[in-house]
């Protein structure tokens, strides 16, 4: 499945001769991150979607491919003002094809403030930015009634980032504006998008025009707010219509609240989500959220974790709604290594299947377990 379409050929061009220039005094380094899990529903007949972008899915069948990865994030400081960051991940769905989602060159303005051009991970929620890092969350995934909205994980375009300190808070900034594109063909899209829509279409292109966003964070000892905005023009485009199928345009504009407690033995994180569509036939309005509370005993970190989902079509009056609970335990495996084991249970509810969880053989309950193991290098 292709997650991002590739980069600019020039700019990839430039940031690749920075990490190979050998006469200049090159600052590089790098991390290295991986995901090895397997799962399955526990129902026969059940899916479940994991990756909303991508329409990746487990089933009643053991897969250890629907979420492994592999990735490098590699930076190269020309000197204190210019930089060069590349982000590569090697997902096993993809039969090993690299997705690039990071590839950007930045200018430091001033120690606390940078710009940046090329493409970068969307700052859409709280983890948004280091989604492919699975050793940086307590879950083997996050909720994906927030994180399964949208279909964009990066964009191509400048980005601006700030830091500052007022009234003893941490304050982050970070302003973004460009476009995404993102083609779904994979086996698991033409699987599951041919039964989200009734066999309308097997594969999509959504493309994000206009697009612009903006989070701010606040932070001051264990406590963390924040809030996100996002505005662009959508455009969904059938690859193979049939059925009448056409392409969709519609503005859009995602907002998010960030509330999180991380103290010394245990923490609570909270987010919600609405997106409104003004215009077209799709769902009208999305509201999601989800609360997440852990405890730190030691190596161990067990979790439990509530999320709800919504959708509405205002033409059609249909409502979806769904909401699921989440027990996990981390343990870590010294210190760049953790394994993760999640229960999920959606309960789904409303006049259709919500695009979180499909069952084959009904509006029921449906169940999935999996297990991972995450690390760095």
């Known amino acids: 499945m292709t997650r991002t379409t590739r980069p600019r050929n020039t700019l990839v061009a430039f ?6 220039a050998p006469s200049m005094a090159v600052d590089f380094s790098y991390q290295g ?7 399955r529903t526990l129902g026969a007949g059940q899916q479940a979607l994991v990756d909303g972008a991508n329409f990746a899915a487990y089933d009643n069948e053991w ?3 629907t979420e492994s990865r592999l990735g490098v994030r590699a930076r190269a400081s020309l000197d204190d003002t210019w930089s060069a960051t590349l982000q590569g991940t090697s997902y096993a769905s993809e039969q090993g094809r690299i997705s690039v989602q990071s590839a950007y060159v930045g200018y ?3 120690p606390d403030w940078e710009l940046t051009l090329g493409r970068r991970q969307n700052a859409l929620y709280y983890y948004s930015d280091f989604l492919p890092v699975g050793y940086a969350y307590h879950w083997i995934r996050p909720p994906t009634e927030v994180y399964g909205i949208s279909p964009f994980t990066t964009y191509d375009g400048l980005g601006l980032q700030g830091k500052a300190v007022l009234g003893g808070w941490r304050w982050q900034l970070s302003l973004a504006l460009g476009q995404s594109s993102n083609v779904r063909y994979s086996d698991d899209a033409k699987r599951y998008t041919s039964r989200v829509s ?3 279409y097997d594969t999509v292109e959504d493309r994000a025009e206009q697009r612009i966003a903006a989070q701010l964070l606040a932070s001051d000892g264990p406590w963390t707010f924040g809030a996100t ?6 455009v969904r485009e059938p690859q193979n219509p049939t059925n009448g199928a056409r392409t969709e345009e519609a503005p859009v504009r995602y907002y998010g609240l960030i509330a ?9 994180i909270g987010e919600g989500a609405y997106v409104e569509a003004v215009e077209g036939r799709r769902a009208n309005s999305i509201y ?7 405890l730190k005993l030691g190596i161990w970190t067990p979790h439990f974790t509530y999320g709800a989902y919504g959708e509405r079509q205002e033409v059609s009056t249909r409502v979806a709604r769904s909401h699921s609970e989440t027990i996990g335990l981390r343990v870590e495996l010294g210190a760049h290594a953790a394994l993760k084991m999640d229960y999920n249970r959606v309960h789904p509810q409303g006049s259709y299947q919500n695009a979180q969880f499909i069952s084959a053989t009904g509006r029921r309950n449906a169940e999935l377990f999996s297990a991972a193991l995450d690390f760095t290098f």
Do not use: E, H, K, P
């Open 198 to 200: 009734r066999g309308a």
């Open 260 to 268: 999180r407690w991380d103290g010394r033995q245990a923490f609570v």
């Open 33 to 39: 991150f991986g995901t090895v899990a397997a799962g």
């Open 229 to 234: 905005i996002t505005s662009l023009d959508l």
């Open 63 to 65: 897969s250890a491919a």
């Open 108 to 110: 430091m303005l001033n």
């Open 288 to 294: 999601a959220g989800y609360i997440s509370a852990g």
């Open 15 to 20: 940031i690749l001769a920075a990490f190979a």
